[in-house]
């Protein structure tokens, strides 16, 4: 089996990952690196059974980047966790090119459930830099026959359903959410985060095992990975007060009243950031994230989770909490 790394490792798409990947019997940990910016995150289990353990970020030097992708065939590279599309082409593409420069020979990108499913454009400003980051792969393997990539366009997830609610919570609900959207179609293929790290896994534990990267069927390609139903804002927002015995409601609100609320102003820090953020809406509204993919499914060999049954056990946690 090829030598496979995660980077960055620590964080929740990430963890799943690797817990899954490590679950695959013909995964041997001693060829599993695991890269972080904080290694003592990652449970001790894992370096005791042989996971080598580096530190790292995407804001370590190409040159560092490069000593920790050394010895890696196969690398999942979890984009950097932030909507704003030049910071994170700044900081992706070195890590891409670090990679590449230390011997890499497959990347598994970890992109997002916008433009689906294989658009090259989109009105959210969170995915234009996965855009530009998958077409600096094709670009890296047009060039180096012995490089190839697979974008996994992750639909969004069940748990994010936060960020497009206006931060609406399961442990402090309100009757009405304020967001720039009247909650009508189109919507939104939701997916439970773990299944996705399930899935990612798997299509890594494929490809490493794979006797030539001719032989991978997602070689040099997309793959769409999302939930079975398209929800429609306003059906996601009966979920979320069904599982907490209220009738929640969308208002539509301007974009200007939007980035004043104080929630929102908490969250992004100013009103550049939040208006940015909003154009998630409208690449919603344009169809963007209604596509459903039965891939996932066929990868986990079972249906996939359905959002109102991990919202209800997201619920059940917050009572108990």
Do not use: C
Not at 47 to 54: C, E, K, N, Q, T
Not at 295 to 310: D, M, Y
Request: charged letters at 20%; proline letters at 6%; glycine letters at 8%.
């Amino acid at each position: 089996m090829k030598t496979i790394g995660i980077f960055p490792a620590a964080g929740g798409l990430g963890g799943s990952t690797y817990n899954h990947l490590l679950q695959h019997p013909e995964v041997q940990p001693d060829k599993v690196t695991l890269i972080s910016r904080n290694p003592s995150k990652i449970p001790a289990s894992y370096s005791a059974r042989g996971v080598r353990l580096l530190q790292a970020s995407y804001e370590s030097t190409p040159a560092e980047l490069e000593a920790a992708f050394a010895g890696i065939q196969v690398l999942f590279l979890i984009s950097y966790p932030s909507h704003v599309r030049d910071y994170r082409v700044k900081v992706q593409l070195p890590a891409i090119d670090a990679a590449h420069k230390a011997g890499v020979k497959h990347i598994f990108y970890s992109s997002l459930g916008f433009a689906l499913p294989e658009e090259t454009e989109s009105l959210a400003e969170v995915m234009q830099a996965h855009l530009v980051s998958e077409e600096h792969l094709q670009k890296l393997a047009a060039k180096d026959s012995t490089f190839s990539w697979t974008s996994i366009r992750e639909g969004l997830y069940h748990e994010s359903f936060p960020i497009y609610t206006s931060f609406w919570t399961l442990q402090n609900p309100v009757d009405e959410i304020l967001i720039p959207h009247d909650g009508t179609g189109p919507g939104v293929s939701w997916v439970k985060r773990d299944e996705l790290g399930e899935a990612s896994a798997s299509l890594i534990v494929q490809y490493a095992n794979s006797p030539a990267p001719s032989a991978y069927p997602w070689n040099k390609r997309r793959v769409v990975l999302t939930g079975l139903k398209e929800w429609t804002l306003a059906d996601t927002v009966k979920v979320l007060g069904n599982a907490v015995g209220s009738d929640v409601r969308i208002k539509q609100i301007g974009i200007d009243e939007w980035v004043k609320l104080p929630q929102i102003i908490s969250y992004f820090g100013e009103e550049g950031k939040a208006r940015t953020w909003a154009t998630a809406w409208d690449a919603i509204r344009a169809g963007e994230t209604k596509f459903v993919s039965p891939t996932l499914a066929e990868i986990l060999g079972r249906e996939p989770e359905a959002f109102e049954v991990t919202i209800g056990q997201l619920a059940k946690d917050a009572r108990v909490v």
